[in-house]
């Protein structure tokens, strides 16, 4: 039996005659050592009460988007944010028409919309609906947007009818449940991330810097997370809205980063080094706002501690991989750095190029690694994200066979 402890689950039901089985897949799910929260539409409470589902899930079950009272206890963002999975079951036509065409008319709608966590459907409805040709339209667009769809089963209806329509049985979507986090192929690995530049502090206002923008570590970080990672960011200063389901901390100098990495390093699987650390910092912070007193002025700076280095010294190490932004000779620059820092996998962009790397929301790169290259074409960050978490995924499960 496929194991779900410690998942946890927003189970929504949409009305339709399969709605008997919900309370079924509940108890089912929770065998399985998941935790659920059940969202009913208005139709399903025709078919099942709110409070035989209150009793089995032992939640409280939500039914309304504007119910103040349940907003106060956990709000629609809330319980979207909590979900690992939203499994729909009985997904019904209306339902599925609904949440192809982006609605957001009741709590199980816009709870789809916002979540950043799978959501499965169980379709059930009559052969006719199901094989009408607005059903099956709306079927390819939501399998489109990467929704899985898990049946329907063929068989007899509830109406008397024989084709496909019925629902899975309550085992067989747990099965499918338990199935879905098993694929996911960094299941419970921990992966810390760095992201975005340092600052090095020259007097109280003002620093060094650069301009990085964070972009492509936290799409490394919800790549991870989506691959069932536990992440945690350490973000220098950026201007970006933390990754659902992601611990973030947040610095400002690279000797910060170096602390905060050491304190968490050894609890983590994956390290990917995706921050523009600054190389040096002013040898001392003034403790005033220095004076323009002179025509010219002279910083003196010392070198900052070589982060991705460092961990990829430690024994044992985790998976390591580090970053390069290069403007000539892409590919031996890296091989080098991969080398010389003792990485595992080194990632290269020409941040020459127009339009890619800093700063931008597309990027293209060169993995490399011992004894392999994967070349990504110029597309958006979280597209190489997404690639880059699966070449790592192939790699780490590589290393520890
Ligand atoms: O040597 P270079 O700065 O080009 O190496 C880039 C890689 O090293 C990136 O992965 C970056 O995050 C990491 N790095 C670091 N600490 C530093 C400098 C770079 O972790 N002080």
């Given at each position: 039996m496929g194991n779900l402890t410690n998942r946890q689950i927003v189970l929504g039901i949409t009305g339709g005659?399969?709605?008997?089985k919900a309370a079924e897949l509940v108890r089912r799910l929770g065998d399985r050592g998941a935790t659920v929260h059940v969202v009913m539409t208005k139709a399903a409470q025709q078919f099942i009460t709110p409070l035989t589902l209150q009793a089995l899930s032992g939640n409280p079950v939500h039914t309304d988007l504007l119910d103040p009272a349940a907003e106060a206890a956990m709000g629609h963002i809330e319980l979207a944010r909590w979900a690992d999975l939203v499994l729909v079951a009985p997904a019904s036509a209306d339902f599925m028409a609904r949440l192809a065409h982006g609605h957001a008319d009741d709590l199980l709608t816009t709870l789809c919309l916002a979540t950043s966590a799978p959501i499965a459907l169980a379709p059930a409805m009559n052969q006719g609906m199901w094989r009408d040709a607005s059903t099956q339209a709306n079927a390819a667009l939501l399998r489109s947007r990467?929704?899985?769809?898990?049946g329907p089963a063929e068989g007899e209806q509830a109406c008397g009818d024989i084709g496909p329509g019925r629902m899975l049985e309550a085992e067989q979507l747990a099965q499918h449940a338990a199935n879905s986090f098993a694929s996911r192929?960094?299941?419970?690995k921990r992966v810390l991330i760095t992201a975005g530049p340092t600052r090095e502090a020259i007097d109280p206002v003002r620093y060094i810097s650069n301009h990085s923008s964070g972009k492509m570590g936290f799409a490394l970080a919800q790549a991870a997370a989506d691959a069932g990672a536990h992440v945690t960011v350490i973000a220098g200063p950026v201007a970006l809205k933390t990754p659902e389901r992601i611990e973030r901390i947040d610095i400002d100098s690279a000797q910060q980063m170096f602390d905060a990495v050491l304190e968490r390093v050894d609890a983590c699987d994956i390290f990917i080094a995706a921050a523009a650390v600054a190389d040096y910092r002013p040898a001392a912070v003034a403790d005033d706002k220095i004076k323009k007193q002179h025509a010219a002025m002279t910083l003196e700076l010392v070198r900052n501690p070589d982060i991705v280095a460092s961990v990829a010294q430690r024994?044992?190490?985790?998976f390591t991989v580090g970053f390069a932004a290069e403007t000539t000779q892409v590919a031996e620059y890296a091989r080098d750095k991969l080398e010389r820092k003792n990485l595992d996998l080194i990632v290269a962009n020409d941040?020459?190029?127009?339009?890619?790397?800093?700063?931008?929301d597309d990027n293209a790169v060169l993995a490399l690694w011992s004894d392999g290259e994967m070349h990504i074409d110029a597309r958006s960050k979280t597209q190489i994200a997404r690639e880059l978490i699966e070449l790592i995924a192939r790699q780490t499960h590589l290393q520890i066979a």
């Open positions: 005659i399969a709605a008997y990467s929704i899985a769809l898990w192929i960094l299941d419970g024994k044992p190490k985790p941040v020459s190029q127009p339009g890619i790397g800093f700063n931008s």
